[in-house]
């Protein structure tokens, strides 16, 4: 347990980051963030998860010290707040901006989408699929 702690506070070290700014950041206690740092206790698994997005680095690493993910794959700050703002959108709201998004890409030629002959077809891919909505990536 005492390395999960050693490597957060390495990690915090390294990258200049006081327990109070990384409680400002995800809202863990700096007593909280001691006791996790010295080996007392674990984070809980919104605070490994906040933890991983200040440190960044991937949760796998905090716990084990491996790390299989490349950095890109973890969310800096703003993708974090988009994610987040985009899940209190209603569902209409979250299809209209994601049309948007893909209007934008489209336009600009950073993807390819696909024509469905009817919605069905369009709504069986995209279950089917771990491709967003309209996208198709060749």
Known sequence: MNEIGTRIRS?????????????????????????????????????????????????DWILTGNDNFSESEIFNNREMELISNFRKLSLADQEELQDYLIFKLTRNNHLHTKSYSTLTEKEDYMSDSKTPNHIVTN
């Open 11 to 59: 990690r915090r070290n390294e990258l200049n980051i006081t327990q109070t700014q990384v409680y400002k950041e995800i809202g863990i206690s700096t007593g909280n963030l001691s006791s996790i740092e010295s080996g007392k206790i674990l984070p809980s698994s919104m605070a490994l998860i906040g933890l991983s997005r200040v440190l960044k680095c991937s949760t």
